[in-house]
């Protein structure tokens, strides 16, 4: 965090870095729950308003820093929602299924309850091996009833068919359905297609200086901004955020970002707009955290 964000409000969008950091600091975003072994665990999330990069930490007072085999990673925001996967195991062994313990955290409410944050174990699908990009996050707001579904979606081993494993945290339960394409080109419906645009001006515009810049995202409150790393090499633990306003042609910020793990060629970070009511102590950046 940083000491200009703590009066303002909380971001509208933020850029997450989905990769969690080991450490025990705790603040008004922490949720506390079990794992499948029967240990506390403790999840804080830590926003910054973009180009600033957000982060999250995950804790247990009943184990170790090293009973945390790989790095524990957001795969999907939703609303106040966030799916985290955890692994819990030796070094080196989070690519087993029953190594990884699957969490939902639910951000603190803001109505006149003050309903504080929640984090649920997720149980295991029967039969069903949880791969990270096939899994995702359905909110269902309604009078009777507030609830979220984890909806995992594989493919059934048959040309056109996928089986689409639903967790329902109302009933607690996991269910099964086959999904079947009529044909080949309703596949079509079901990508995303992009294009990249490019704009001439005759002004001079600022030169990323690292050979390894670009993953771009996009905010997802302020229309026509996009967020662009810059970095010099692979292995930097500083890079420089700049976000770039496409439809006006300007430089609207710039950020330095820490991590103390090198990057790589992962995909760094990505936009999130999800209701987090957050009370940041101190700032995460300036300690030293695992992973």
Same mark, same amino acid.
């Given at each position: ?205 600022? %030169? @990323? +200086? $690292?050979?390894?810049?670009? &993953?771009?995202?996009?905010? *997802?409150?302020?229309?026509? #901004? ?23 042609? %300007? @430089? +609207? $910020?710039?950020?330095?970002? &820490?991590?103390?793990?090198? *990057?790589?060629?992962?995909? #760094? ?23």
């Amino acid at each position: 965090m940083h000491p200009d964000d703590l009066a303002d409000p909380p971001p509208a969008s933020i850029l997450l870095d989905p990769r969690g950091y080991i450490d025990d600091i705790t603040t008004a975003t922490t949720a506390e729950g079990v794992t499948s072994g029967g240990k506390r665990i403790k999840v804080t999330f830590w926003t910054a308003h973009p180009p600033r990069c957000s982060c999250f930490t995950v804790h247990s007072p009943d184990l170790e820093s090293s009973a945390f085999g790989g790095i524990p990673v957001v795969l999907s925001t939703e609303d106040d929602l966030a799916l985290l996967r955890v692994p819990i195991c030796p070094l080196g062994d989070d690519g087993v299924a029953c190594n990884n313990d699957h969490f939902v955290y639910q951000a603190a409410g803001d109505d006149e309850n003050k309903r504080p944050p929640s984090l649920d174990l997720i149980p295991r699908a029967p039969g069903r091996v949880f791969v990270d990009e096939d899994a995702g996050l359905l909110r269902c707001r309604a009078r009777a009833r507030d609830m979220y579904f984890v909806a995992v979606l594989c493919w059934a081993y048959r040309v056109g068919q996928y089986k689409l494993h639903l967790y329902s945290s109302r009933t607690e339960t996991w269910s099964t359905r086959l999904m079947c394409l009529a044909s080949a080109e309703e596949k079509l419906l079901y990508t995303y297609s992009s294009k990249e645009e490019v704009a001439e001006t005759k002004e001079q515009l600022p %030169t @990323l +200086k $690292g050979f390894y810049s670009g &993953y771009p995202a996009l905010s *997802l409150h302020d229309g026509g #901004v996009v967020y662009i790393m810059d970095r010099h090499n692979l292995d930097d633990t500083k890079v420089t955020m700049v976000a770039v306003d496409m439809r006006k042609q %300007t @430089l +609207k $910020g710039v950020a330095d970002c &820490y991590s103390p793990r090198r *990057l790589g060629y992962s995909s #760094v970070y990505f936009g999130s707009k999800w209701y987090l009511q957050t009370s940041p102590q101190q700032d995460i950046h300036q300690r030293e955290c695992c992973y």
